[in-house]
């Protein structure tokens, strides 16, 4: 789970001791507001957003006159920073940057372990800056990081500024210690800003992007509460699959990430699911969702997702496609839980008969659930073909693909 | 010996967390299709329970110091819940025990990484957490790859299936099987991001088993574990035909920022991405027997054109039908 930058500078920052601009954070240009902005001579205003690179679109603004910076937060706290709506800004000191680093400690899967990443040439983005000019410190025992080791390492690495030795490995290991005990995935300070106080020289962390595991021993999530994996709020049709699987542990089918195409996806298992969706976007299916459903949820479970899977509007197409389960019973979610959702819907009138369909699945008691789906096409007037594992899975959608030609005249988009 | 180090006729193992729900299924069901690979289970408080078809003690070391089954026992599969997993690893290392499949999913990431140091320094060989467990025809299974009729997808033959998923390396055994070849070894690793067998590992491995005649490998974006299986093949060490499919290419075509990228591909700049691991291993299949598919189900002319004999004829030849249409 990705924090907002007040989040880390509020539960994580200071608890770690790790220097940070003053700052507020609103949602409107309040009383705190403007207090911190009288008080400063010059501030820095950006919008509270996940995604990255907000300089690049405008919603990162230094501003020194007082009257204007109650504007450009008003502007920045309501903007959306690719399609991203903004939670509010904050407003902080500006600095009087001498230098920048860049520092990051996260997990490299070349060594199987935490790196500490470090370079004196941060800013701009660390895709941007020649590799030779970063550095990395591979963790090897992680229960004893000391500032000594990481002055070794700044030392081997010619790093310049000897009066910053002392001050720069201590912050490295407080930054380091934030990582490893809020099991965070990554924690990135880019800039990491040496700045001018008074007559002395300070390291002041001038940003904050944190990543926790969200499989960390207490779930980030009941701290800071679910969010979505997009960079925008979830929709109503997400919120309403994560209550699925809520208090119910019996499978996973509550698993929805919205789209803009109008192939829907009733996808199984991680690795299956993936596969699927890959396949039908390189055909040139333009897919209106992600799904991954397991673990044998029981029927009512897939009714649901079934149910919201199909009440998205616009959809042309729908594919069900899944491996031989190990576990999931076939009779069960599609020849129960699916075929009720088709049954209900078009009494109620909200069944699409102009959907094609394609269905490729197999594992316990397929023959018998496969069998139940197509019964329930015939008398619902469904107009697709079912396949089991012989047809292996990523031509299912391939499959699909032809039919919607055929059958609808649909343009597969032009991919390459 | 018949089989790998992951599972072979002198494997024994002991369950830890024997009588949860997923993990007392497995048991039945392994000791049905593969009588004599599960030796004990464990569960602290249900020590000495007569409802699995193996005895179930309160500790490991209980079980190993048991004198009728105390000595087969080589080898744990943990069930337990994602926070225990360390503390149940902990014990099968301190518990002698040198090979350890942690089913688990979701173990957190610093636990992970404490593991994998552990087991570097004990000199273990652990595979998982996410892993779905291993398929040896020729011996057996370990964990619930196959579930209830593995004899759909699982054959003997001369593949080794090793995958990030656990329900693609099933569906990829199965594809195979259906046109001709068979399985050696099946491995699910799992995808965590501190993965403790890599592909790299499991090429090590086996690199010298005359049974070996080709791999398949399912790779996934993140991490740099396919990169360096890559690496390790253009360096020389391992010869043998390699069709790899890499999944998630499509996720590179989301909207700027979306966080499915992990962190990782921060750390090894250009590594991490799919398209990345494909172009890396398109390099090493210059001078080396690798083949990419580009579409999942390639992989079966991968390996064909890589010249992997088949291992008995084609079930499947022509177009595939559907079981049943209401469309013409």
Same mark, same amino acid.
């Given at each position: 789970?990705?924090?907002?930058?007040?989040?880390?500078?509020?539960?994580?920052?200071?608890?770690?001791?790790?220097?940070?601009?003053?700052?507020?954070?609103? !949602?409107?240009?309040?009383?705190?507001?403007?207090?911190?902005?009288?008080?400063?001579?010059? #501030?820095?205003?950006?919008?509270?957003?996940?995604?990255?690179?907000?300089?690049?679109?405008?919603?990162?603004?230094?501003?020194?006159?007082?009257?204007?910076?109650? *504007?450009?937060?008003?502007?920045?706290?309501?903007?959306?920073?690719?399609?991203?709506?903004?939670?509010?800004?904050?407003?902080?000191?500006?600095?009087?940057?001498?230098?920048?680093?860049?520092?990051?400690? !996260?997990?490299?899967?070349?060594?199987?372990?935490?790196?500490?990443?470090?370079?004196?040439?941060?800013?701009?983005?660390?895709?941007?800056?020649?590799?030779?000019?970063?550095?990395?410190?591979? #963790?090897?025992?992680?229960?004893?990081?000391?500032?000594?080791?990481?002055?070794? $390492?700044?030392?081997?690495?010619? $790093?310049?500024?000897? *009066?910053?030795?002392?001050?720069?490995?201590?912050?490295?290991?407080?930054?380091?210690?934030?990582?490893?005990?809020?099991?965070?995935?990554?924690?990135?300070?880019?800039?990491?800003?040496?700045?001018?106080?008074?007559?002395?020289?300070?390291?002041?962390?001038?940003?904050?992007?944190?990543?926790?595991?969200?499989?960390?021993?207490?779930?980030?999530?009941?701290?800071?509460?679910?969010?979505?994996?997009?960079?925008?709020?979830?929709?109503?049709?997400?919120?309403?699959?994560?209550?699925?699987?809520?208090?119910?542990?019996?499978?996973?089918?509550?698993?929805?990430?919205?789209? *803009?195409?109008?192939?829907?996806?009733?996808?199984?298992?991680?690795?299956?699911?993936?596969? !699927?969706?890959?396949?039908?976007?390189?055909?040139?299916?333009?897919?209106?969702?992600?799904? *991954?459903?397991?673990?044998?949820?029981?029927?009512?479970?897939?009714?649901?997702?079934?149910?919201?899977?199909?009440?998205?509007?616009?959809?042309?197409?729908?594919?069900?496609?899944?491996?031989?389960?190990?576990?999931?019973?076939?009779?069960?979610?599609?020849?129960?839980?699916?075929?009720?959702?088709?049954?209900?819907?078009?009494?109620?009138?909200?069944?699409?008969?102009?959907?094609?369909? #394609?269905?490729?699945?197999?594992?316990?008691?397929?023959?018998?659930?496969?069998?139940?789906?197509?019964?329930?096409?015939?008398?619902?007037?469904?107009?697709?073909?079912?396949?089991?594992?012989?047809?292996?899975?990523?031509?299912?959608?391939?499959?699909?693909?032809?039919?919607?030609?055929?059958?609808?005249?649909?343009?597969?988009?032009?991919?390459? | 010996?018949?089989?790998?180090?992951?599972?072979?006729?002198?494997?024994?193992?002991?369950?830890? =967390?024997?009588?949860?729900?997923?993990?007392?299924?497995?048991?039945?069901?392994?000791?049905?299709?593969?009588?004599?690979?599960?030796?004990?289970?464990?569960?602290?408080?249900?020590?000495?329970?007569?409802?699995?078809?193996?005895?179930?003690?309160?500790?490991?070391?209980?079980?190993?110091?048991?004198?009728?089954?105390?000595?087969?026992?080589?080898?744990?599969?943990?069930?337990?819940?994602?926070?225990?997993?360390?503390?149940?690893?902990?014990?099968?290392?301190?518990?002698?025990?040198?090979?350890? %499949?942690?089913?688990?999913?979701?173990?957190?990431?610093?636990?992970?990484?404490?593991?994998?140091?552990?087991?570097?320094?004990?000199?273990?060989?652990?595979?998982?957490?996410?892993?779905?467990?291993?398929?040896?025809?020729?011996?057996?299974?370990?964990?619930?790859?196959?579930?209830?009729?593995?004899?759909?997808?699982?054959?003997?033959?001369?593949?080794?299936?090793?995958?990030?998923? =656990? =329900?693609?390396?099933?569906?990829?055994?199965?594809?195979?099987?259906?046109?001709?070849?068979?399985?050696?070894?099946?491995?699910?690793?799992?995808?965590?991001?501190?993965?403790?067998?890599? %592909?790299?590992?499991?090429?090590?491995?086996?690199?010298?088993?005359?049974?070996?005649?080709?791999?398949?490998?399912?790779?996934?974006?993140?991490?740099? %574990?396919?990169?360096?299986?890559?690496?390790?093949?253009?360096?020389?060490?391992?010869?043998?035909?390699?069709?790899?499919?890499?999944? =998630?290419?499509?996720?590179?075509?989301?909207?700027?920022?979306?966080?499915?990228?992990?962190?990782?591909?921060?750390?090894?700049?250009?590594?991490?991405?799919?398209?990345?691991?494909?172009?890396?291993?398109?390099?090493?299949?210059?001078?080396?027997?690798?083949?990419?598919?580009?579409?999942?189900?390639?992989?079966?002319?991968?390996?064909?054109?890589?010249?992997?004999?088949?291992?008995?004829?084609?079930?499947?030849?022509?177009?595939?039908?559907?079981?049943?249409?209401?469309?013409?």
């Amino acid at each position: 789970m990705k924090l907002y930058e007040h989040e880390a500078l509020e539960s994580i920052y200071k608890k770690y001791k790790i220097p940070s601009p003053r700052f507020v954070f609103a !949602t409107e240009p309040n009383d705190k507001v403007r207090e911190f902005v009288e008080k400063e001579p010059a #501030v820095v205003i950006k919008s509270m957003v996940l995604v990255g690179k907000r300089g690049k679109a405008g919603a990162v603004k230094v501003v020194s006159d007082k009257v204007q910076a109650i *504007d450009v937060f008003k502007d920045l706290a309501s903007r959306e920073v690719y399609g991203e709506k903004s939670i509010g800004a904050l407003v902080a000191e500006k600095l009087d940057i001498k230098k920048e680093f860049y520092l990051s400690v !996260t997990y490299s899967t070349k060594d199987r372990a935490p790196a500490i990443i470090f370079s004196e040439h941060g800013g701009m983005d660390v895709e941007d800056i020649n590799p030779s000019l970063i550095h990395t410190h591979v #963790v090897k025992d992680v229960r004893s990081v000391y500032p000594y080791q990481i002055r070794n $390492f700044l030392v081997e690495i010619g $790093f310049s500024d000897s *009066d910053l030795l002392r001050p720069l490995s201590e912050l490295i290991v407080n930054v380091y210690n934030a990582f490893w005990q809020t099991e965070a995935r990554l924690l990135e300070i880019n800039p990491l800003v040496v700045a001018q106080v008074a007559d002395k020289k300070k390291l002041v962390a001038a940003d904050a992007v944190v990543l926790l595991d969200d499989d960390a021993s207490v779930s980030p999530a009941v701290r800071y509460g679910a969010r979505g994996g997009m960079g925008r709020p979830l929709t109503q049709r997400e919120q309403d699959a994560i209550l699925i699987d809520q208090g119910d542990h019996r499978g996973k089918a509550g698993s929805y990430v919205e789209l *803009d195409g109008d192939v829907a996806l009733m996808t199984f298992g991680g690795g299956g699911s993936t596969v !699927t969706a890959e396949t039908a976007i390189e055909a040139g299916l333009r897919i209106a969702n992600l799904t *991954d459903i397991g673990g044998n949820p029981p029927a009512e479970k897939m009714y649901k997702i079934a149910r919201i899977i199909l009440s998205k509007p616009g959809l042309k197409a729908v594919l069900v496609c899944g491996g031989t389960a190990s576990n999931t019973r076939i009779d069960v979610t599609l020849g129960e839980g699916l075929a009720k959702a088709l049954d209900d819907m078009k009494a109620e009138g909200k069944l699409n008969p102009d959907l094609v369909w #394609v269905v490729r699945r197999s594992g316990p008691e397929y023959v018998k659930g496969l069998r139940m789906l197509h019964e329930c096409f015939v008398r619902n007037g469904i107009r697709g073909e079912i396949y089991d594992s012989q047809l292996p899975i990523t031509e299912a959608p391939l499959r699909l693909r032809e039919l919607m030609i055929k059958h609808i005249a649909y343009k597969p988009e032009d991919i390459a | 010996m018949k089989g790998p180090v992951y599972l072979n006729e002198k494997t024994g193992v002991v369950v830890i =967390g024997a009588t949860g729900r997923e993990a007392s299924q497995v048991i039945r069901e392994s000791e049905t299709l593969y009588p004599g690979i599960v030796k004990a289970g464990v569960t602290p408080g249900k020590g000495g329970s007569t409802e699995l078809p193996v005895p179930v003690f309160d500790t490991l070391s209980q079980s190993l110091q048991d004198p009728k089954i105390g000595n087969s026992i080589n080898t744990a599969l943990i069930y337990v819940p994602p926070v225990s997993v360390l503390d149940a690893v902990m014990e099968c290392l301190d518990g002698g025990i040198k090979v350890i %499949y942690v089913i688990t999913e979701h173990v957190p990431i610093r636990d992970s990484e404490i593991i994998y140091q552990e087991k570097v320094r004990r000199g273990a060989v652990i595979v998982g957490g996410t892993s779905l467990g291993c398929f040896v025809p020729s011996v057996g299974r370990i964990g619930a790859i196959g579930g209830k009729d593995p004899s759909i997808a699982f054959k003997a033959g001369g593949l080794v299936i090793i995958s990030k998923s =656990g =329900g693609l390396t099933v569906t990829t055994a199965e594809m195979f099987r259906r046109r001709g070849w068979g399985t050696y070894c099946a491995l699910a690793i799992g995808g965590d991001i501190i993965s403790n067998t890599t %592909y790299a590992d499991v090429l090590a491995e086996l690199k010298d088993d005359p049974n070996v005649k080709g791999v398949v490998m399912l790779g996934e974006p993140g991490g740099s %574990y396919e990169e360096q299986a890559a690496e390790m093949i253009q360096a020389g060490g391992f010869n043998k035909p390699v069709a790899a499919f890499i999944s =998630g290419r499509f996720q590179e075509r989301m909207p700027e920022g979306v966080a499915f990228g992990h962190a990782g591909a921060i750390v090894e700049r250009g590594m991490g991405k799919a398209s990345d691991k494909i172009a890396r291993l398109e390099v090493a299949g210059k001078n080396h027997p690798v083949k990419v598919a580009f579409y999942y189900h390639e992989l079966v002319s991968a390996i064909e054109s890589l010249g992997v004999p088949r291992d008995f004829e084609d079930s499947v030849t022509d177009h595939v039908k559907p079981l049943y249409s209401t469309i013409s």
